[in-house]
């Protein structure tokens, strides 16, 4: 008698994986349970997810609190139509981020994921400016590195990429400013002695394209799938006071930052600017169910209260609002409040910064930058120049992390750590560690 398949023969049949060139492709991972910070494979492997299952849990896999609020909601509702109808998690969960938000983001519209927050962001702020009858914006002001998911629209402000490149004929046009990536500066500074000086970048944009500005759109104090490049607070809050000074929107894409990742609660609150739209998924459901939440303020939603029919924002998704996961949101709202979330991701921080930076003195390290739970480790084959990415290091690196059961995604040629918040400090060390050799090996030419 023949074996039966198991599951990777089964996919590999079947399945489409993202982001993934099937020819190819390794064998994926075949996961068959989660707990905690660790990942469970058919083989019986025990792995450490070292990337929150890409950037969205924080509580850990199978949480008992959060797997009770889903079983409870699944017994008296689990889904229903959000266009005529409205129910109590949609309704709490509104409440309770406007009370959690930077003050005066007032009003919630759901949606499925990260791209359809960004989505609906961009077409907020398009419409915005037509309801309350300025002529038509039809330009947005986003960043070098910036990514904001792959919907068409959440591509178009993403920055050109490999990723995008096929697309850019679909692509709408989007004027582009510095970031802040200070190890790379746009203009060859130094972050101790500059003025934060790459705003100026931003400012000819916006002074340029003057009234034609629909938004500027930004992922504050952490830009991530670019790669994991921290911000200085001092850019942030010079976003917010150039889009006053010129009159336009500011959006955050707090969809990677939002919920802790960054040490607090929205990554807005760093520089202490409320941005006129918001942008939440990912951790929103602490990483258990698809769910978007683009958060507007007060000014933004009274543009669209008309009895003039064509101002309505006509937008929706089938599963806006899912009953389920917003459950499951306001659980893990609930162990904000009661867990000390906020202080563990504080002590995560203080061991990534202690556990990556002596990797600096490595000479294939050109940086290190550490924000909230997140460490990342930028490999060059040149410290001097800075040059020779080491791009093609990435798979192979996460290769031999996964030997040593530590599940990690590197990004080109960063390598970054972003575990589940829950992660314990014992854990972190092991991981840190393993990150270290792996690193070591490689710059001794192992
Ligand atoms: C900042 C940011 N915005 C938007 C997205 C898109 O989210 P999703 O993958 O849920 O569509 C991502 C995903 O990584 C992201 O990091």
Not at 208 to 223: F, N
Not at 253 to 273: C, I, K, N, P, Q
Not at 401 to 424: A, D, H, K, Q, S
Request: aromatic residues 8%; proline residues 5%.
């Amino acid at each position: 008698m023949t074996e039966p398949d198991g599951l990777v023969e089964r996919d590999r049949r079947r399945v489409w994986h993202p982001y993934t060139q099937m020819l190819t492709r390794a064998a994926p991972l075949p996961i068959v349970k989660g707990e905690g910070v660790y990942l469970y494979t058919e083989d019986g492997r025990r792995l450490l997810d070292g990337i929150s299952s890409w950037w969205v849990n924080i509580h850990g896999h199978a949480h008992p609190k959060l797997n009770q609020a889903l079983s409870d909601q699944v017994r008296v509702l689990e889904h229903v139509v959000f266009a005529s109808c409205t129910h109590v998690p949609a309704v709490e969960l509104a409440e309770r981020l406007v009370a959690v938000l930077p003050s005066g983001l007032t009003h919630v519209f759901y949606s499925d994921n990260g791209s359809t927050a960004v989505e609906v962001a961009v077409k907020l702020a398009c419409q915005y400016w037509q309801n309350i009858n300025q002529p038509p914006r039809r330009i947005f002001v986003a960043l070098h590195h910036g990514y904001h998911g792959d919907t068409v629209g959440a591509m178009s402000v993403s920055d050109e990429s490999i990723f995008t490149r096929a697309f850019s004929l679909l692509r709408f046009p989007v004027v582009r400013a510095h970031a802040p990536y200070c190890y790379r500066c746009p203009l060859g500074l130094q972050r101790d002695t500059c003025s934060v000086d790459c705003l100026g970048s931003l400012e000819a944009a916006l002074n340029t394209h003057g009234d034609a500005v629909a938004a500027v759109l930004i992922e504050p104090m952490l830009q991530g799938a670019g790669g994991m490049i921290v911000w200085p607070s001092e850019y942030l809050a010079g976003v917010r006071r150039l889009c006053d000074q010129y009159g336009t929107l500011l959006i955050a894409d707090e969809v990677l930052t939002g919920f802790g990742r960054t040490g607090r609660m929205f990554a807005s609150e760093h520089a202490r600017v409320t941005p006129d739209i918001i942008c939440l998924s990912k951790a929103l459901t602490a990483g258990y169910l698809p769910l978007g939440a683009t958060v507007v303020t007060e000014r933004v939603y009274e543009a669209f209260l008309s009895h003039d029919r064509t101002k309505t924002f006509f937008h929706g998704h089938s599963f806006t609002a899912n009953p389920l996961a917003c459950a499951v949101a306001l659980a893990s709202l609930d162990l904000f409040e009661q867990g000390r979330v906020l202080d563990r991701v504080c002590v995560l921080e203080r061991k990534l910064r202690e556990g990556l930076s002596p990797l600096r003195k490595l000479s294939v390290v050109g940086d290190v930058r550490v924000i909230g739970g997140v460490g990342a480790v930028e490999l060059v084959a040149d410290k001097q120049t800075r040059g020779g990415y080491l791009d093609e290091r990435g798979p192979r690196l996460a290769d031999a992390f996964l030997e040593r059961g530590l599940l990690l995604r590197p990004l080109g040629n960063v390598v970054y750590f972003m575990p589940p918040y829950v992660i314990t400090e014992e854990e972190t060390d092991w991981a840190l560690e393993q990150i270290a050799e792996v690193l070591e090996e490689m710059d001794r030419g192992q």
